[in-house]
């Protein structure tokens, strides 16, 4: 059975998709730790990132690298968190998001009812600053 992220990059069930290219994704997260907080995943449907071929692996944090650039310029937090944990998902997963502190990478701290109209200002905001600083793999939809 396809992950829910496998389903997600199919199209089958609705996200706020950021990028999109031959190997990757990125997303924003339905159970936001902050603003913008968005994931990076691999098409490939790979349980353990070690697991990834490393130029996977590679591209993935250029990626992230990409976006955590793009929520400093939106955002401008103190720093940009980037964790790998994958307990709550099957399928390869890395958070980027903008934090104060190490307490903001907590998931008990999760926001499960995040306001649409806010996620949806985050998303354009955050793909209008990947499109200045010249990707060309922002999603458009």
Do not use: K, Y
């Amino acid at each position: 059975m396809a992950s829910i992220f496998s389903r997600i990059i199919s199209g089958d069930i609705p996200s706020r998709m950021l990028w999109e290219d031959d190997t990757c994704v990125s997303f924003l997260d339905v159970r936001p730790l902050s603003s913008g907080h968005a994931l990076v995943v691999p098409r490939l449907e790979v349980d353990q990132w070690v697991d990834l071929p490393s130029a996977t692996a590679t591209h993935l944090m250029g990626v992230a690298h990409a976006v955590g650039t793009a929520q400093r310029a939106v955002f401008d937090p103190p720093r940009i968190g980037l964790m790998i944990a994958g307990f709550e998902v099957p399928h390869t997963h890395v958070h980027v998001l903008p934090i104060a502190s190490m307490a903001d990478l907590d998931f008990t701290n999760a926001n499960g009812s995040p306001d649409p109209t806010a996620l949806d200002q985050q998303l354009v905001d955050l793909r209008a600053a990947l499109a200045s600083a010249g990707h060309d793999s922002v999603s458009t939809r």
